[in-house]
C-alpha cells in the first residue's frame, strides 16, 4: 500500500482572507475557493497543498505542527515575509540559525538558514 499527501490541513477564521495570504507569501495558486474551503498549491495539478477550513474557536496555544521553508536569502525572505503581514513569534526557541514567524492568524512557521554541509 501506498500513501501520497494529498494536503496539509489549516484550520482558520477566515480561511479566504489566510489561504490568499498564504497564496502570495509561497507563490502557489488558487485551486479552490469555496464558502468551507480555500485549497491552495504549489501548481495547479502538483501536491501537497493547503487546504483553509473553517473553525468557530481561535488560535490559543503554540501549534503542534508547523511549516519550515528554506529560502536562497534568509533575512530578504523574512523582510519579504513580514512585509506581507507576518510577525515575528518567540515561542522559546533563544538564539537559533532559524527565525520563528507568524502568519496574520498567529500560526507559527520557521525561515531557515543555509544548509550546512
Request: charged letters at 35%.
Given at each position: 500500500m501506498a500513501l501520497e499527501w494529498e494536503q496539509v490541513i489549516v484550520d482558520s477564521a477566515d480561511p479566504t482572507a489566510l489561504g490568499r495570504w498564504?497564496?502570495?507569501?509561497l507563490g502557489w495558486v488558487i485551486v479552490g475557493e469555496y464558502?468551507?474551503?480555500?485549497?491552495?498549491?504549489?501548481?495547479?495539478d502538483r501536491v501537497p497543498g493547503l487546504l483553509?477550513?473553517?473553525v468557530p474557536e481561535s488560535k490559543t496555544v503554540k501549534n503542534?505542527?508547523?511549516?519550515?521553508?528554506?529560502?536562497?536569502?534568509?533575512?530578504?525572505e523574512v523582510a519579504r515575509l513580514i512585509a506581507?503581514?507576518?510577525r515575528h513569534a518567540d515561542v522559546g526557541q533563544g538564539?537559533?540559525?532559524w527565525v520563528t514567524?507568524?502568519?496574520?492568524?498567529?500560526?507559527?512557521?520557521?525561515?531557515?538558514?543555509?544548509?550546512?554541509?
Open positions: 498564504w497564496a502570495e507569501a464558502p468551507d474551503e480555500y485549497e491552495i498549491r504549489p501548481e495547479k483553509f477550513v473553517p503542534r505542527l508547523h511549516l519550515d521553508f528554506r529560502p536562497e536569502d534568509q533575512e530578504a506581507l503581514g507576518a538564539e537559533q540559525s514567524l507568524l502568519d496574520p492568524e498567529g500560526n507559527e512557521f520557521c525561515v531557515l538558514g543555509a544548509r550546512h554541509g
